[in-house]
């Protein structure tokens, strides 16, 4: 990248992002490389998210996204590098310790059990932290999960899936969530809704890392944007520079 | 009609060791990914020390139905410990080969202890001789052996449905990994299951032992058709391995007495057949791609 794209990425970040910078970081990923077997596929990446604040990784396929946010869950082990959560180092952790000292998982199949039923779907994970949505307050946000709460989970369509995978960790009180492509194959009005639903979560201080194709969605519920490419962040945009940037930055990402 | 009432209950009850066992295999097969070569040296060996435990120490079968699937969940956990946890990482050919390598093992152990000659064991007092019902006589004991492997395959069936260890069990059956994701230690349940299946196994072996012959090579055709019943029912689908392990002793049985010469072939016909209808079993899930 060009230094004056440096210079951009850092008044950027600065000027759009003050809750990101000091101590008052949330999740904390420095120096991560990953592979697979001897492919490299991410080198040195540092990034992090503040408390209520939603930060992109964009890029294009292969570029390295889903990784790292594997990495972060502890399902990816091959690694180097730290990644931290308020504070505690959890880099030598297991996926459910991670889990439960607050990292929410939602991945990009959505992760609905068939064997399960929809509330069971819900009881499922632990509940870690105070905040944890009572399942009432679950069901009062997401009225259809409370119609189907009896059906199998992958009976419900692709949105209420979506739905029922953010509203799962939100019960188990995951201060952080690991969402994975949530507009992927989704109709404009569910998009809009999982986009309600990010802002909500937000504005109860629970930081949202979230991988995304769809810059436009990406655009209206970011904090900040991480660009990914060879494994490598390339640049760290504001949302108002993503957006001023918007037509160039989808040329560059080929889509 | 009263010869092909008394072949469907016998078919019903060798049904029962079959989905007992199969049901074990299942579980197993579900949480830890190994398919338990083991299983059917696993019955084996819960008929063989049923007759032991009659023979030298005068335990009879009520005490030995409790008994040694408590002696066998132990076994299984030591087994789990010991070996198939540490190839758990590996693929999972490799603890395939372990337990078939055990299977060698404890069939030869049984040899040289107890010959080959079968072990004797009687029908329990109580349930012994023949029930008529208007011209049909059944023996008192296989309609016993059928309704307790009904019993527990529903007590099963319940565990695995209505309580937290069974939606934990379902769960990372179905997904290991993403199971974890949400927070579950699934690595704390692998050991119990484990020793939960081989407990299975082991109460078809004490169930099966006042009807069939006991010797340490028992359970080498039995495993072959356990595999058959698993596939039938669809690999990792626990309602699939009860009711297929009911239709194969069905079929078995009909086969000996209709067709004796294809007995053994028409399980493996009605499995292929399955196959080519529905590859991923009767019960089983399609795989997603």
Known sequence: MSDETTTTERTGAAAETPAAQGSSRMLEVTGLSAWYGEARVLTDVAIDVAPGEVVTLVGRNGAGKTTLLRSVMGLHRQIEGTISLDGTDLTRRSADARARAGIGWVPDDRGIYASLTVAENLLLPPVVHADAWPLERVYEFFPVLHERRDFPGTKLSGGEQQMLAMARVLRMGSRLLLLDEPSEGLAPVIVQRIGEIIREIKGQGVGVLLVEQNVKFASTVADRHYLLAQGKVVEHLGNDDFRARESELLTYLGM | ?289
């Not at chain 2, 492997?149 to 059956?173: E, N, P």
């Not at chain 2, 299975?200 to 072959?224: C, D, K, Q, W, Y």
């Not at chain 2, 010469?261 to 028409?266: D, E």
């Open chain 2, 1 to 289: 009609m009263s010869a092909f009432l008394q072949y469907t209950l016998q078919g019903l009850a060798a049904g029962g060791f079959y989905a007992l066992s199969a049901l074990g295999l299942a579980v197993i097969f579900g949480v830890l990914g190994v398919v338990n070569f083991s299983h059917g040296a696993c019955y084996m060996l819960g008929a063989v020390i049923s007759a032991v435990l009659l023979a030298e120490l005068h335990v009879g079968f009520w005490v030995a139905l409790v008994v040694v699937p408590i002696l066998m969940f132990g076994f299984g956990v030591l087994m789990e410990r010991l070996l198939v946890r540490w190839l758990l990482a590996l693929d999972p050919l490799y603890n395939f080969l372990l337990t078939f390598g055990l299977t060698l093992i404890l069939v030869e152990a049984v040899k040289q202890k107890y010959g080959v000659s079968g072990l004797p064991y009687e029908v329990p007092a109580g349930l012994g001789g023949q029930v008529s019902i208007g011209s049909v006589n059944l023996s008192v004991y296989a309609i016993f052996a059928c309704l307790f492997s009904v019993v527990v395959c529903v007590a099963v069936g319940l565990l695995l449905t209505k309580t937290r260890i069974g939606m934990i069990v379902r769960a990372s059956t179905e997904a290991p990994e993403r199971t974890r994701a949400l927070g579950i230690n699934v690595g704390r349940w692998v050991t119990p299951v484990f020793g939960f299946g081989i407990a299975l196994a082991g109460l078809a072996g004490v169930l099966a032992a006042p009807t069939r012959a006991i010797t340490a090579e028992m359970g080498s055709n039995f495993i072959i058709i356990l595999f058959a019943v698993v596939v039938i029912g669809g690999l990792g689908s626990i309602l699939g391995a009860v009711v297929a392990g009911f239709l194969v002793g069905l079929v078995e049985a009909y086969g000996i007495a209709y067709a004796p010469t294809y007995a053994q072939i028409v399980i493996f016909v009605l499995m292929a057949l399955v196959v080519l209808v529905r590859p991923s079993g009767l019960f089983g899930r399609e795989e997603v791609a």
